[in-house]
C-alpha cells in the first residue's frame, strides 16, 4: 500500500527558507509521477511542482525562480523520497503543504492536476512579516 508522509514544515520570517520533506513509499513500480501542492487558509489547493517519473519537473509561475525539488529512488523502486527547498518566503507563501503520488503509466501528469491518487496529511508553513 503506498504511503505519503510530509515533514519539515514550521514557521519562519519573510526572507527566509524552509526545506520539505516527502518519502513515499509502498511503490510497486517506477511510474509514478509526484508533486507538491498547497492550500492558503480560505483557498483552493494549488500546485506547486509536478514531477514525472522520469524526473522532468514543471514549476508553476509563483515558484519557479524561488522553490526548487529533489528527488531520490531507493534502488528496488519502492521509496522515493522528494525534497522542496523554499527560498525568499513571503507571507503569502503560508498555507498547508502536501506531497501527492500519482500512478502515472503514461508518463506525466500536468501542472495542476489534482487527482493524484495517494496524498500526505500535510505540514504547516507559516510566513510572518
Known amino acids: 500500500q503506498e504511503q505519503v508522509e510530509e515533514s519539515g514544515g514550521g514557521s519562519v520570517q519573510a526572507g527566509g527558507s524552509l526545506r520539505l520533506s516527502c518519502l513515499v513509499s509502498g511503490l510497486t513500480d517506477s511510474r509514478y509521477c509526484l508533486g507538491w501542492f498547497r492550500q492558503a487558509p480560505g483557498k483552493e489547493r494549488e500546485q506547486i511542482v509536478a514531477v514525472d517519473y522520469d524526473g522532468e519537473t514543471t514549476y508553476a509561475d509563483f515558484a519557479r525562480g524561488r522553490f526548487s525539488v529533489s528527488r531520490d529512488v531507493s534502488g528496488d523502486n519502492t521509496k522515493n523520497s522528494l525534497d522542496l527547498q523554499m527560498n525568499s518566503l513571503k507571507p503569502e507563501d503560508t498555507g498547508l503543504y502536501y506531497c501527492?503520488?500519482?500512478?502515472?503509466?503514461?508518463?506525466?501528469?500536468?501542472?495542476?492536476?489534482?487527482?493524484?491518487?495517494?496524498w500526505g496529511k500535510g505540514t504547516l508553513v507559516t510566513i510572518s512579516s
Open positions: 501527492a503520488a500519482d500512478r502515472c503509466p503514461g508518463g506525466m501528469r500536468p501542472l495542476g492536476y489534482l487527482l493524484m491518487d495517494f
